[in-house]
């Protein structure tokens, strides 16, 4: 066991409250509420995403449909001026004249059917863009609300960066004067992520906070000032006042 004088020792106890501090800054880096919030966002986008390229799909299929339509109403319209053209000169014969006639008919009612569905097509056009622009304006607001998510997130990253810079200082400060043996044993209890030193407290460790044997405790207390003693119980540094 190594020795160190009880001033020493109670150096102890302040690396161990610099390294509760690292603890919860580390455990507050890790527990941020927004990395769940920003995990739940991440994914409600890629949802809205989708919503957004299955809108906007939508609206170019009607774009693409109604050229096409365009296209035949501007032909058959072509063909009924081009026969009625034909019809109002007379020439050709009466049998030529009657079938240009029917023609013109016929000709008239597909525009008329052609003309429907436009008027459909467009109906269902202004339905696709209300849809695009509603799941546009879901798809900002999340990435907004995500932004500032992440914004916060960094924003706390930062604080607790700095907060865990400035412990590191504070360790070596505290662990410079402390002697190579007792440092090592405190480093090595640390390393298992328990409390590596605490006070013993009446017959309490200040660490795992059990109750000690009194025999034990009595041989803690009985033993030289400058004996480092460990709790039997979980192994931190027991430093006795
Ligand atoms: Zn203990």
């Not at 991440?42 to 170019?60: F, H, P, W």
């Not at 072509?78 to 240009?100: H, M, Q, T, Y």
């Not at 008329?112 to 304006?137: F, K, N, P, S, W």
């Not at 440092?183 to 640390?190: D, G, I, P, Q, R």
């Amino acid at each position: 066991m190594p020795k160190a004088d009880p001033f020493t020792q109670r150096r102890l106890l302040d690396l161990a409250a610099v390294d509760r501090s690292v603890g919860t800054a580390r455990h507050r880096r890790t527990t941020l509420p927004e990395l769940a919030e920003i995990a739940a966002g991440e994914q409600a986008l890629a949802g809205l995403r989708n919503a957004v390229i299955t809108a906007e799909t939508e609206v170019g299929d009607l774009d693409r449909d109604g050229r096409k339509l365009d296209a035949e109403i501007e032909t058959v319209r072509a063909r009924a001026d081009r026969d009625a053209a034909r019809l109002s000169s007379g020439a050709g014969s009466p049998k030529e004249l009657e079938n240009l006639q029917h023609e013109i008919t016929s000709l008239a009612r597909r525009q008329g059917v052609l003309e429907d569905d436009a008027l459909e097509l467009m109906e269902r056009r202004e339905t696709a863009d209300e849809v695009l622009a509603g799941a546009t304006r879901e798809f900002d607001a999340a990435t907004a609300s995500l932004d500032a998510a992440r914004a916060r997130r960094d924003a706390v990253f930062a604080e607790v960066d700095a907060e865990l810079e400035t412990l590191a200082a504070q360790r070596s400060e505290v662990a410079a004067p402390l002697p190579a043996d007792v440092l090592a044993l405190y480093e090595k209890v640390h390393a298992t992520g328990r409390t590596a030193a605490a006070e013993l407290t009446g017959d309490t460790c200040g660490a795992c906070k059990l109750g000690l044997d009194r025999v034990e405790v009595g041989r803690l207390r009985s033993a030289p000032a400058d004996e480092v003693a460990r709790c039997p119980e979980c192994g931190a540094i027991l430093i006795r006042a």
